[in-house]
Structure formats: structure tokens, C-alpha cells
């Protein structure tokens, strides 16, 4: 069985940055290179099961600077009158 070696120009999933101090954009940006990487079939097991770690980390950051923006659109709305929820 022949074993797929990693794409020697993209780094190992390890040697990227933390997730908690991404942006927005930077986390699904590291996401979407994980999913091209993931399709092009130029991540071995070992690197999958670390990329799929470093995904679902990404995704809960993603959330929290989504959630953070929400609270704070409503806290403005709140402060501006709000708008009327029918």
C-alpha cells in the first residue's frame, strides 16, 4: 500500500498559530486551507487526526467571535432604541 506524503509547502497543522488569538477571518481561512488540504489528499492519517483537532478548535473560535459580535449588536440596539422584533 503506498503511503501519501505530506505537501512539503504547506506547514504541519502543529507549527500554525493558536486559534485564541486569530481573527475572524484568519480562523476560516486556516479552515478552508485544512478542507483543500484534506481534498487534494496531501494530508497523511497522522495529520488528519491533528487537523481535525486544530478544525473543531478553529470552529469554537469561530463561534466565540461570532457570539461576542452578536451580544454586541444587541447591546448597540439596545442603547440606540432598539428595534422592534415582530
Known amino acids: 500500500m503506498a503511503s501519501r506524503r505530506s505537501n ?3 506547514p504541519p497543522v502543529e507549527a500554525e498559530p493558536d486559534p485564541a488569538s486569530m481573527t ?3 480562523a476560516v481561512e486556516a479552515l478552508e486551507a ?3 488540504r484534506h481534498d487534494e489528499g496531501s494530508i497523511g492519517l497522522e495529520e488528519s487526526i ?3 483537532r486544530r478544525g473543531t478548535a ?3 473560535r ?3 467571535l ?3 459580535a452578536e451580544q454586541e449588536i ?3 440596539e439596545k442603547s440606540e432604541g432598539g428595534s422592534d422584533e415582530s
Open 62 to 64: 469561530c463561534r466565540e
Open 34 to 36: 485544512i478542507i483543500r
Open 50 to 52: 491533528a487537523a481535525y
Open 58 to 60: 478553529l470552529i469554537r
Open 8 to 10: 512539503p509547502s504547506v
Open 24 to 26: 475572524y477571518e484568519q
Open 66 to 68: 461570532l457570539d461576542r
Open 74 to 76: 444587541r447591546v448597540i
